[in-house]
């Protein structure tokens, strides 16, 4: 089902369409003599990705998931919301967010640029609460080495203690880590790292599970603003990062809404 999932999803993604209408509409200017419907086609695979690609579409898709919960900047003062205020933070448990396997490169390289920031926010919100222990978590479907254990290795080379350490490596995807949440806090209040636009949908799985993590959003598609005017004009690869991440988020929240995965 991880695999099925993953490989049907970009066919979702404004590319992927845009794409594929131009092919369609190539294919039926040249062997057909339906040149509306062609002209059409090709007309609607521009606009696809045209929108996709600009902030003024992008910006406000992703702003409306990253929005939804603030940066916890001072762990030690988190949002008064789950009811348990006085009970320390025991566990700053970070979601892998990919990664790859070359020996001859750094660890800080392996890993996705989303796993990097979160390996780095973790660290950060560790070391402001000395008794707690980092969670990594994240698994691997094809290479020796797992998310989980490249994180690691990371914050072993910057200084973090290993005792500090907890690895859950068998996890693939955001629903199996909630489900191995309990296990490893055991009711303890936790902090709950990943990139901005997932945490909703992983606050709302691992809520499911009966848990109250605290959030900690990091690795914002979206900051310092919308920029200057210029950025609206013209189109970017970066947008369109923004606007396939949304739809990758909100497939993901939609399938697990079906399975009964979440409550809200």
């Given at each position: 089902?991880?695999?099925?999932?993953?490989?049907?999803?970009?066919?979702?993604?404004?590319?992927?369409?845009?794409?594929?209408?131009?092919?369609?509409?190539?294919?039926?200017?040249?062997?057909?003599?339906?040149?509306?419907?062609?002209?059409?086609?090709?007309?609607?695979a521009a606009l696809l990705l045209a929108a996709a690609s600009h902030h003024p579409i992008s910006d406000p898709?992703?702003?409306?998931?990253?929005?939804?919960?603030?940066?916890?900047?001072?762990?030690?003062?988190?949002?008064?919301?789950?009811?348990?205020?006085?009970?320390?933070?025991?566990?700053?448990?970070?979601?892998?967010?990919?990664?790859?396997?070359?020996?001859?490169?750094?660890?800080?390289?392996?890993?996705?640029?989303?796993?990097?920031?979160?390996?780095?926010?973790?660290?950060?919100?560790?070391?402001?609460?000395?008794?707690?222990?980092?969670?990594?978590?994240?698994?691997?479907?094809?290479?020796?080495?797992?998310?989980?254990?490249?994180?690691?290795?990371?914050?072993?080379?910057?200084?973090?203690?290993?005792?500090?350490?907890?690895?859950?490596?068998?996890?693939?995807?955001?629903?199996?880590?909630?489900?191995?949440?309990?296990?490893?806090?055991?009711?303890?209040?936790?902090?709950?790292?990943?990139?901005?636009?997932?945490?909703?949908?992983?606050?709302?799985?691992?809520?499911?599970?009966?848990?109250?993590?605290?959030?900690?959003?990091?690795?914002?598609?979206?900051?310092?603003?919308?920029?200057?005017?210029?950025?609206?004009?013209?189109?970017?690869?970066?947008?369109?990062?923004?606007?396939?991440?949304?739809?990758?988020?909100?497939?993901?929240?939609?399938?697990?809404?079906?399975?009964?995965?979440?409550?809200?």
């Amino acid at each position: 089902m991880f695999m099925l999932k993953k490989a049907l999803t970009p066919l979702l993604f404004p590319l992927t369409v845009s794409l594929a209408l131009l092919a369609v509409g190539l294919l039926t200017l040249w062997f057909s003599r339906r040149r509306k419907t062609a002209g059409f086609l090709l007309l609607a695979a521009a606009l696809l990705l045209a929108a996709a690609s600009h902030h003024p579409i992008s910006d406000p898709l992703v702003a409306s998931l990253e929005g939804r919960y603030p940066p916890l900047l001072d762990p030690k003062r988190p949002p008064r919301s789950d009811g348990r205020e006085d009970e320390p933070i025991r566990w700053v448990f970070v979601l892998g967010g990919g990664n790859s396997y070359d020996p001859g490169l750094p660890v800080a390289s392996q890993l996705s640029d989303s796993s990097l920031v979160r390996v780095v926010e973790g660290m950060r919100l560790h070391r402001l609460l000395p008794e707690s222990r980092l969670i990594f978590s994240g698994g691997s479907t094809s290479h020796p080495v797992t998310e989980a254990e490249n994180m690691a290795s990371l914050a072993l080379q910057l200084g973090v203690a290993p005792a500090a350490i907890v690895l859950e490596k068998e996890t693939l995807d955001t629903e199996s880590q909630a489900r191995a949440a309990p296990a490893l806090v055991k009711g303890d209040r936790f902090i709950l790292v990943t990139s901005a636009i997932h945490m909703p949908r992983s606050m709302a799985l691992f809520r499911r599970q009966g848990l109250r993590p605290i959030p900690a959003p990091v690795g914002h598609i979206i900051a310092g603003g919308t920029g200057p005017a210029s950025r609206g004009f013209y189109p970017s690869a970066y947008a369109l990062h923004g606007t396939q991440t949304f739809i990758y988020e909100r497939v993901g929240y939609l399938w697990a809404w079906i399975r009964g995965l979440t409550k809200e």
